[in-house]
């Protein structure tokens, strides 16, 4: 299971590269084709050609509805909430399964602060590997932190490679918690209940009813793929419930978003056509 997670983190990178060819990108990010694997480049490098690009985007859409505007708004919308946190004094950033995320190596208000990149072994593996080629080493303010979410203590591998508990926070936990057991989700709630008043946490979540395969939201395809055939996608929240979901483990709900609010903030603005996926939604919280 660890392994077929592991492999999911190239697509949504696939998506910010071929964005890069739009007038105005929705995130901007020069290095995301630079991390994608040789093999994919060469389909991302093709979709500089607006017919090519705007055919992978329906063949995409075809598939999962909604899917290619939630990744790009989801990114935008973590990006902005952490200038903000930035801005608030956080000391640290901690991002949670992190894949081939670029936000320590491209977003200029992270330049002076630690960054703990957290993700499987696998993953942090062929990260080191891209980043020691990009830069011929791990930048300064970088730590890459490999741990099996299901196995091993958050706090403890943290605390090991250098992150102290009382330090004001940011945590950002894009696309990971469908991917795992309730069990594991909530141990990692247990741990981020510790963190220092203050404290910002970003992460997103796919809707419990979608896992239950009661409301689809016109995404069959990706049901039976992530749900039914492959079960990777095991954990899910009622989007009525987060909030008190959040208090018990002392941290406030401050936004919380989905593809009505992506649209007006970021896709209407830009006059992209792109509609946003119901199935997966976006929360900003604090640390009471």
């Known amino acids: 299971m660890g ?10 990178m696939v998506i910010v590269a071929v964005d890069q060819y739009e007038e105005v990108p929705l995130v901007r990010d020069k290095l995301a084709y630079r991390l994608l694997p040789a093999g994919v480049k060469l389909m991302a490098s093709v979709s500089r050609i607006p017919l090519v690009r705007r055919w992978m985007i329906n063949a995409t859409e075809k598939q999962a509805p909604g899917l ?13 909430q952490l200038r903000d946190a930035v801005k608030s004094g956080v000391e640290a950033v901690v991002i949670l399964g992190a894949g081939l995320d670029t936000r320590a190596y491209r977003l200029p208000w992270l330049n002076g602060l630690p960054v703990y990149e957290v993700d499987l072994p696998e993953n942090i593996s062929r990260k080191r590997a891209v980043l020691q080629r990009l830069y011929g080493k791990i930048p300064d303010h970088v730590t890459l932190v490999p741990i099996d979410f299901e196995t091993e203590d958050l706090q403890e591998v943290l605390t090991a490679h250098g992150h102290r508990a009382d330090t004001k926070t940011v945590f950002v936990w894009e696309a990971v918690t469908q991917y795992l057991t309730e069990g594991a989700a909530r141990r990692t709630f247990d741990y981020l ?17 979608f896992l239950d395969g ?12 992530y749900v039914v055939k492959r079960r990777l996608w095991r954990f899910g929240m009622e989007p009525d419930q987060v909030a008190g979901f959040l208090s018990e483990y002392g941290w406030c709900l401050a936004d919380h978003i989905g593809p009505r609010e992506f649209a007006d903030r970021y896709l209407k603005r830009r006059g992209r056509d792109l509609t946003a996926s119901e199935v997966e939604r976006s929360v900003c919280a604090e640390k009471a």
């Open 68 to 80: 290619w505007a939630s990744m790009l708004c989801r990114k935008r919308y973590i990006d902005d």
């Open 3 to 12: 392994n077929a997670a592991a492999r999911t983190a190239v697509g949504p």
């Open 193 to 209: 209940s510790t963190a220092a008043i203050g404290s910002r946490l970003m992460f997103t979540y796919v809707r419990k009813d």
């Open 214 to 225: 009661a409301s689809l939201f016109g995404g069959e395809a990706m049901y039976r793929e």
